[in-house]
């Protein structure tokens, strides 16, 4: 329906004119005025004159309720389409909960795909925590996030290399499942937040914490050379303790894979099981 203008109208006003006319034309021309309005066949000038007066206003009166409907629907429509606008993030849920019925099929894809990619990489970073014995940790997986959280005390020389273990774990995991690591490894939203990252910072401060003679600017153009060697040893390092050990990564993954988030506690307990083929 297009929107209402004062030309639109103006038109409108000639458009229901010109049929007014021509309706009163076809009437007296098929004889139809002696039937339904009661005049001779001799129409006199004022006779026309009403005849195509009432036509006319017959003709508007329809050409404004059309208008009024259809304001009307254009306005529902408009109040619909700004609640979409103006919707939250929690309506947005609130939406999407109530069309879980029509499923999606990529977008599931997609998710498990994530999910279980999640999993391996945090059953990974796990086992190692159980390994190097932190005090405090769990791991969950979500279909938007997925992490371990640890709590430790002041990290001396070699707290810094197990951290460094730990932070490579999850690509290492993703290796000997998959056969290879993802991109979340390596860079993230933050380059700040992916494990690599972590782990490149962590051996900067191995390297001066081990050598005091080291310039403590920790610049990769002073470390480059160190970061790069420590880095390939670590990351072999953690992959031999992961191989050793895959009964017990096999275990996470599928305790991962049923409830997504496991306890310090309940890791111990499930890896307790597998505490003979444990390095």
Same mark, same amino acid.
């Given at each position: 329906?297009?929107?209402?203008t004062v030309f639109g109208a103006f038109?409108?006003?000639?458009?229901?004119?010109?049929?007014?006319?021509?309706?009163?034309?076809?009437?007296?021309?098929?004889?139809?005025?002696?039937?339904?309005?009661?005049?001779?066949?001799?129409?006199s000038r004022n006779a026309i004159i009403?005849?195509?007066?009432?036509?006319?206003?017959?003709?508007?009166?329809?050409?404004?309720?059309?208008?009024?409907?259809?304001?009307?629907?254009?306005?529902?429509?408009?109040?619909?389409? #700004?609640?979409?606008?103006?919707?939250?993030?929690?309506?947005?849920?609130?939406?999407?909960?109530?069309?879980?019925?029509?499923?999606?099929?990529?977008?599931?894809?997609?998710?498990?795909?994530?999910?279980?990619? #999640?999993?391996?990489?945090?059953?990974?970073?796990?086992?190692?925590?159980?390994?190097?014995?932190?005090?405090?940790?769990?791991?969950?997986?979500?279909?938007?996030?997925?992490?371990?959280?640890?709590?430790?005390?002041?990290?001396?020389?070699?707290?810094?290399?197990?951290?460094?273990?730990?932070?490579?774990?999850?690509?290492?995991?993703?290796?000997?499942?998959?056969?290879?690591?993802?991109?979340?490894?390596?860079?993230?939203?933050?380059?700040?937040?992916?494990?690599? +990252?972590?782990?490149?910072?962590?051996?900067?401060?191995?390297?001066?914490?081990?050598?005091?003679?080291?310039?403590? +600017?920790?610049?990769?153009?002073?470390?480059?050379?160190?970061?790069?060697?420590? +880095?390939?040893?670590?990351?072999?390092?953690?992959?031999?303790?992961?191989?050793?050990n895959k009964d017990a990564l096999d275990?996470?993954?599928?305790?991962?894979?049923?409830?997504?988030?496991?306890?310090?506690?309940?890791?111990?307990?499930?890896?307790?099981?597998?505490?003979?083929?444990?390095?």
């Open positions: 329906m297009k929107k209402l038109i409108d006003l000639i458009q229901c004119f010109v049929a007014a006319c021509g309706i009163t034309l076809l009437i007296n021309f098929f004889g139809l005025t002696t039937e339904f309005l009661n005049v001779t066949e001799e129409l009403n005849e195509v007066r009432a036509i006319f206003f017959l003709l508007i009166t329809i050409t404004t309720l059309k208008y009024v409907y259809f304001l009307g629907i254009d306005r529902l429509l408009g109040e619909k389409q #700004s609640d979409v606008d103006n919707m939250t993030p929690t309506g947005i849920g609130a939406i999407a909960s109530e069309m879980e019925e029509v499923p999606c099929e990529a977008d599931d894809k997609i998710a498990d795909y994530n999910i279980n990619i #999640s999993v391996i990489h945090e059953a990974g970073h796990a086992v190692m925590a159980y390994l190097k014995k932190l005090e405090y940790y769990s791991v969950y997986v979500a279909h938007t996030s997925a992490k371990i959280t640890y709590v430790y005390k002041n990290l001396d020389l070699e707290d810094v290399k197990d951290q460094i273990l730990i932070s490579y774990a999850g690509a290492v995991a993703e290796e000997l499942v998959l056969g290879e690591f993802h991109y979340g490894c390596i860079g993230s939203i933050s380059d700040q937040e992916s494990d690599f +990252s972590k782990a490149t910072g962590l051996i900067k401060a191995y390297i001066v914490m081990n050598d005091c003679t080291k310039s403590k +600017s920790l610049l990769d153009s002073e470390l480059s050379d160190e970061i790069i060697k420590l +880095s390939n040893e670590f990351y072999q390092e953690t992959k031999e303790i992961l191989s050793s275990t996470i993954i599928e305790a991962l894979k049923k409830q997504r988030q496991l306890t310090q506690e309940e890791i111990e307990r499930l890896l307790e099981k597998e505490k003979g083929g444990i390095i």
